[in-house]
């Protein structure tokens, strides 16, 4: 441990002279830091999103509107591996900080746009910054922290997570109504410059050149993999059916250009994402695992919103507050886990209780109907925090523990993509899901009324529900406790496959623990 702190204060000599003290509380600075810029990358998307309806109104362009999302959200994707390889191969410290700045700049940017083109443009560079940011928060604190005594600061990352997702949309409604939309970009520059400030003061890791060239080839084949996959996700049932022509060249497209990448990386001198990471049984399944919990989060956070405002009544803004049960549950048994990780070494437990909470709590959710209270509805989202709150943050310590030091970049990196594109799959596939129950309740209890009323969307939202007919109303209501109970149930399902990964984790002890420890976690 005190090796791995010597390179946060500076050369190992000096340090192992300096004050005890003065070495935690450097690392704790850093982490402040660390902790800003996480909460840069994740509240961007929820303070924009309250915010696009005053954006559409001076900017026009509401045909473009989900462009300024999946601009953002690709560029993020696309570059997320890019990051973790280039912080591998030439120090972790300024491949950070300059996708830090790249996503400031983007954030200015997209803050002076005048129309909606603009606007994408910018915020694609935003996305290509913001690909960087959480990638360079795990790598270094992998780079900082011994796995074993990582844990201890697991309740920080969920706690931030939790903070961003509640504070997300308040924060982007607050700015939005008294210093305008474009303050919602703005306001990431001071966060920004703090968080480079600090780490360029405190954080001194080794220099590294790597003398091989970056894989442009391979670089280029994932690019064009993930992008065609997450537009296959994003457009498929909305822009375009899902057996219509666009949809199948996108999945060709993504299918050969990631068999390519795959047959590349075989070959390429410095490959993008070295595929010997994944020989690594507790690497992969780690990979599976984060793939799922973000297929089950996002898709959770999606639509009990929905049935909140839809079903129970709640605001807008009360919705949002509705979410403390499953977030709080999550920040508890992130922090209880990362304890008892620390103290114990053992953490396969986690991987196994978190799934079967995740199945229990999912199927719970697909019980809920139009007379459930939000009592209840709180105790079922408390039990899926509890078992997302085991998952989130063990899949990246015990995938990081599962890899040599140089290889901590990609295996971040990878990680951070899988659970992207399982939240892509998980809000399309359960969207998809969602939308198609409530257009078929709908048409089944208001007949060509219904039908009507969600022609152009299956989600209204609570002006325009008020709005409709007490018999459309009840319908719809009805319709959107049919399509969580939809959506939930294939959540469950899927969640099952995290269980049966989890079960087939190695307890590999965790580096940086001591003799006695590492004995104890075989």
């Known amino acids: 441990m005190a090796e791995t702190l010597a390179v946060d204060t500076g050369p190992a000599d000096q340090a192992k002279q300096a004050d005890p003290a003065e070495k935690p509380r450097s690392v704790r600075v850093v982490l402040l830091a660390l902790m800003i810029t996480m909460m840069l990358a994740m509240l961007d998307n929820m303070i924009v999103g309250t915010a696009m309806p005053t954006i559409v109104g001076e900017l026009g362009g509401l045909e473009h509107l989900s462009w300024v999302v999946t601009a953002y959200t690709l560029a993020t994707a696309a570059s997320t591996p890019l990051w973790g390889k280039l912080g591998d191969m030439?120090?972790?410290?300024?491949?950070?900080?300059?996708?830090?700045?790249?996503?400031l700049?983007?954030?200015?940017?997209?803050?002076m746009a005048q129309d909606m083109g603009q606007l994408i443009a910018f915020r694609a560079v935003q996305g290509l910054g913001a690909g960087g940011l959480m990638v360079g928060v795990m790598a270094i604190i992998?780079?900082?922290?011994?796995?074993?005594?990582?844990?201890k600061y697991q309740g920080m990352m969920a706690g931030v997570m939790a903070l961003a997702m509640i504070g997300g949309p308040l924060v982007g409604g607050t700015i939005t109504d008294h210093w305008g939309w474009r303050w919602a970009f703005y306001i990431n520059l001071p966060l920004g410059v703090v968080a480079l400030a600090a780490i360029s003061a405190v954080l001194h890791l080794p220099k590294k050149r790597a003398k091989a060239q970056i894989d442009y080839l391979g670089a280029a084949l994932l690019t064009v993999g993930i992008t065609a996959i997450v537009l296959v996700t994003t457009w498929g049932g909305t822009e375009y059916a899902w057996t219509s022509a666009r949809i199948m060249e996108l999945i060709g497209i993504g299918v050969a250009a990631l068999a390519g990448f795959v047959y590349w990386q075989t070959r390429a001198a410095e490959p993008v994402v070295p595929l010997h990471i994944f020989r690594s049984r507790n690497f992969t399944l780690m990979s599976v695992i984060g793939f799922i919990t973000g297929f089950v989060m996002f898709g959770a956070t999606l639509f009990l919103p929905l049935y909140q405002q839809s079903v129970q009544g709640a605001s807008a803004t009360n919705s949002g507050l509705l979410l403390l049960p499953m977030l709080g549950a999550m920040l508890v048994t992130s922090m209880v886990a990362g304890r008892v990780t620390t103290n114990t070494g053992r953490y396969k437990v986690f991987p196994v209780l978190?799934?079967?909470?995740?199945?229990?709590?999912?199927?719970?959710?697909?019980?809920?109907?139009?007379?459930?209270?939000?009592?209840?509805?709180?105790?079922?989202?408390?039990?899926?925090g509890f078992g997302m709150g085991c998952l989130m943050q063990i899949t990246m310590l015990v995938a990081q523990n599962s890899v040599e030091m140089k290889d901590m970049g990609v295996a971040s990196s990878s990680t951070t993509l899988f659970r992207t594109l399982g939240s892509s799959f998980g809000v399309a596939i359960m969207g998809a899901l969602f939308n198609n129950r409530v257009q078929d309740v709908m048409t089944e209890r208001a007949g060509a009324l219904g039908s009507k009323v969600t022609e152009q969307s299956a989600q209204l939202d609570a002006a325009s529900l008020a709005k409709l007919p007490e018999a459309a109303r009840e319908a719809y209501q009805h319709a959107v406790s049919a399509g969580t109970h939809s959506a939930f149930l294939l959540g469950a399902v899927i969640a099952v496959l995290s269980l049966a990964a989890a079960v087939f984790v190695k307890e590999v002890p965790l580096k940086g623990a001591g003799p006695k420890a590492e004995a104890d976690a075989v």
Do not use: N, Q, W
């Open 90 to 103: 030439y120090g972790r410290k300024g491949v950070f900080m300059s996708s830090i700045v790249l996503f």
């Open 105 to 111: 700049i983007g954030s200015a940017l997209s803050g």
């Open 142 to 151: 992998g780079d900082l922290i011994p796995p074993r005594e990582r844990g």
């Open 354 to 384: 978190g799934s079967v909470l995740m199945v229990v709590g999912l199927y719970l959710l697909s019980t809920m109907d139009t007379g459930t209270s939000r009592v209840l509805s709180g105790v079922f989202m408390a039990v899926v």
